[in-house]
Nanobody, 113 residues
Framework: VQLVESGGGLVQAGGSLRLSCTAS????????MGWYRQAPGKQRELVAD???????KYSDSVKGRFTISRDNAKNTVTLQMNNLKPEDTSVYYC????????WGQGTQVTVSS
């Protein structure tokens, strides 16, 4: 499975960004698609993930601000990020978990105060 991300960039606090990720290869029905982030000097952390049936999970820090969605026909996962805060600044990674973890190359999100 190969993952290609798009989106990200620089935005002011309170603004919005949209991240998209397309998976190529064999994405299995039981796969979990999601987004993680890693700030300098910190561990990679889960932002949100979504099952094929649409069941979602969010970190407490983004609940109510971020929305994850998935298009099973196109093997895409999208993260809509609203009301961004400076502490959301990080490299965001697309992830597909099916037996193994597959990762995108990462995309930088910078939120200025």
């Amino acid at each position: 499975v190969q993952l290609v991300e798009s989106g990200g960039g620089l935005v002011q606090a309170g603004g919005s960004l949209r991240l998209s990720c397309t998976a190529s290869g064999d994405v299995l029905p039981g796969s979990i698609m999601g987004w993680y982030r890693q700030a300098p000097g910190k561990q990679r952390e889960l932002v949100a993930d979504i099952l094929r049936d649409g069941d979602t999970k969010y970190s407490d820090s983004v609940k109510g601000r971020f929305t994850i969605s998935r298009d099973n026909a196109k093997n895409t996962v999208t993260l809509q990020m609203n009301n961004l805060k400076p502490e959301d600044t990080s490299v965001y990674y697309c992830n597909v978990y099916q037996i193994f973890n597959f990762w995108g190359q990462g995309t930088q999100v910078t939120v200025s105060s």
